[in-house]
């Protein structure tokens, strides 16, 4: 991931953009596409699965990145006319936090499988807790 982004005015369409969520979800990150479509702001439009709107669906730039800085890479070699069209055909899905978040949609997007790194580490870390709170109890 690139460490200074390109200005969202400079990405292409297609590009996943996250940006760290606030509150008690800090250590995670929301995941959007970038649209081939310009907000009324002038910057580009995001794509974007989230809980907010039940699944996927548009958002301007300034909507997505609420003043937060963002990183952003393109991770297949997709056109991204491929790449928004699986977005848009995907209109009408419904968000799970577990099954269909903003990371899953965004690796089906660009042609990969339907995981969530997020997901997975979330579990495994509330597995750990969970065996040293069951270990903590017994000792």
């Known amino acids: 991931m690139n460490a200074t982004p390109l200005p969202p005015q400079h990405l292409v369409p297609g590009t996943i953009v996250t940006v760290q969520m606030k509150g008690i979800f800090s250590l995670a990150h929301h995941f959007a596409l970038v649209a081939d479509k310009q ?9 974007a699965n989230s809980g907010e709107t039940g699944g996927p669906g548009e958002m ?3 909507e997505f990145v609420k003043g937060r800085s963002y990183r ?26 577990l099954h269909w978040n903003c990371e899953h949609f965004a690796n089906v997007c660009h042609g990969r499988p339907a995981h969530s790194h997020q997901v997975r580490g979330g579990l495994a870390l509330a597995a750990i807790v969970g065996g040293l709170a069951l270990a903590a109890a017994r000792a």
């Open 39 to 47: 907000g009324p702001d002038g910057l580009p439009m995001v794509v």
């Open 60 to 62: 301007t730039w300034s």
């Open 72 to 97: 952003a890479y393109y991770p297949s070699t997709l056109p991204p006319q491929t790449v928004l069209y699986n977005a848009y055909s995907m209109f009408g899905t419904r968000y799970s936090v």
